[in-house]
């Protein structure tokens, strides 16, 4: 069994700076044949003073600023700062700023502050570094009142010159991470050649036409076709939800999917049940809410200039939710909720507050508060067997899970009707019961485009016919990210279907599905079965592939990115040279590691695949792929007792991952631990429930062991599960028992 490590195809995907000809639902139709351009927001000032008075005080209007002493909240005055064996100065340069601190090579160096990065609650600072970058430094002032200090945003590591996450590397780099949502009209403008930057804006920080659009028509003729789109859901989403780029110069009115790729609800980002665990910018969790689904919009509850909360404490939620309700939604059922009997709190006290039951707050950046905006229910419940986080421990942290979910039941009752957030923990941790309620959702036009995404993505991993079912329905939804997550799901398909079904996606009018498209259709060049009408076609949604990964070229995932397309058409000396671009940009860069040794296997340099492979299960945090990957080269090498280790090793970081326990099984069956192997199957099955690949294992194990009776009972359950193929397999061991 080989592993491949693929990147996901929108992880970092990026794209041209002009829109595709196809799929652009570009900007609102205007009269004007010219085309509009950016005049910055002082040409807004005159005619619309009250919205731009409340824009210049906002976060957006302090995104990013010239360094000068106006704007610099930080103390220069040859201020010292200590993290681990570190020291770090903050100074002032003759008119400007600098920071005295290592470089990537643990060097002290002198570093220009450029410009200031936000205003509150904190202010970081960007430094030069050469080349066009701008790196946002790891220190940061907490400009709160209480705070006024210098802290590390990596307080709780240790990060040292040449690891991933030190100021000086890609995460930290202004350019790629930070530049597009800081300013406005962004162009990245990265030369691989030079390996070198020439980034510019139209606007230095968010202004008024990031959200309305180029308004020079607008000025010129206040009576002109111009957008005021200002909290809507989608003009917000680009740059307040966690996605990739795959396209420059996004406008107002157009389609995001043929920009962007939202993050769907998955591991890593969210908690089991959807609740935002790493930083994600409010549009994923949003989306997730009954608010969403019922039309509630980012204007309704934030002032879109001055981006802060229209009322204070729960008249916020009252507006709305309240015996009179609101005039935009006249289903809403009509109550009084800020009263004791509901939130069961002391008035006017923090319990009492809609928002700390239904918005709990997560830290980011240290000093940094921000709420989940999915508007759920608490459910400590979900929390009893597992370490997803209820609102009612998270500020009762003297009580248990089971203490809230008992007070929680005597007050609303034992069970409430099952949301998406039961499903998504049984789907996520691939429970085999969970296929059929994810299905439900996946089809369900009720919920947002990015829930049903984001099952049909959870959904890929499942194979009986409500996961099939549902991708094939989904490939015609009329939203663009609910059809980018069924094409995934093509492969389940039989051809000549599946080429159908990729044809039609290659042609789709969203760049987005047909990027995701070109992942799977590349293949089909290196077979050399197409037409050569359907060759051209494939050709040119991999083109367009090729150069949406141009734009993030400084990053070692565009180059996995390349390299899985290349391999795919049969360019094995192409995949190479990409992959070993990947490794250039960060050595320890596991997906490039990984792909890299899978190719020496496939091209008959299994040991230099060693090599790799023993670089990439000494990356710190530990990677289960990477000890699957290795675990593997192991037994290829019959070296069964080390490979034994990184097996159990992958299976242990994986959290039981069911292909890891069966590969660990058969591990163990093969040196022998027949008894252990099964216990392995077993622990499984009672987890995840009777998946195909651990049925197949654990009857095997049982029938090698002798044990034919458990052995037909694993293959009647599968027969009865999964159809006739296994009716021979039944009556193979049927004859063998009697």
Known sequence: MCVLFAVLAFMVLSACSDAPERGVASEPTSKVQAPAEYVGSEACRDCHVREYQSWSGSHHALAMQVADPETVLGDFDEADFHYGDEATRFVRDGDGYAVETPNADGVMERFRVTHTFGAHPLQQYLLEVGGGRLQAFSIAWDTRAQGQRWFHLNRDARVTPGDVLHWTGAGYNWNTQCADCHSTALRKNYDAATDTFATSWAEMTVGCEACHGPASQHVGDTGSDWSAMAGAVDTCAPCHSRRAQIAEGIRPGATLEDYYQVSSIGPGLYHADGQILDEVYVYGSFMQSRMSEQGVVCGH????????????????????????????????????????????????????????????????????PRRDHSFRIPRPDLSIDTDIPNACTGCHKDRTARWAGREIAARFGERRAERIADVLVRGLAGVFDAEAGLATIANDPQHTALVRASALEVLTGYELGY??????????????????????????????????????????????????????????????????????????????????QELNADRPEAHTNVAMILGARGDAMGEQAALERALAIEPRWIPALVNLADLYRRTNRDAQAGVLLERAVSVDPPSAEAAYAYGLWLVRQDRPEQALRYLA????????????????????????????????????????????????????????SGDLEAALSSANRLKQLFGSRYTALVRELSELQH
Request: charged fraction near 20%; proline fraction near 5%.
């Open 301 to 368: 509850c934030h002032d879109p200039h001055s981006a802060s909360v229209r009322l204070p404490g729960n008249t916020l939620c009252s507006q709305c939710h309240s015996p009179g309700g609101h005039e935009d939604f006249p289903t809403l059922t009509l109550a009084e909720y800020d009263l004791l009997a509901h939130h069961f709190h002391e008035p006017g006290s923090e319990g009492a507050q809609c928002v700390s039951c239904h918005m709990p707050e997560t830290t980011y950046m240290v000093v940094d």
């Open 467 to 548: 996961s099939r079912d549902a991708l094939t329905r989904a490939l015609r939804s009329p939203d663009a990210r609910v059809r980018i997550a069924a094409v995934a799901g093509i492969p389940r398909l039989a051809e000549p279907r599946r080429w159908a079904e990729l044809k039609r996606a290659c042609q789709d009018a969203v760049l987005g599905v047909r990027l995701q498209a070109a992942t799977l259709a590349a293949h089909y060049l290196g077979e050399n079965t197409l037409s050569p009408a359907d060759a051209a076609l494939v050709e040119a949604v991999v083109a367009e592939y090729f150069t949406a």
């Open 649 to 704: 090793l992958a299976h242990e970081l994986s959290e039981g991952a069911r292909d890891y326990a069966y590969v660990y099984a058969v591990a163990l069956h093969s040196s022998g631990a027949t008894d252990r192997a099964l216990i392995v199957l077993d622990t499984a099955i009672a987890s995840a429930g009777p998946h195909r690949i651990l049925l197949e294992g654990q009857m095997s194990l049982r029938r090698d």
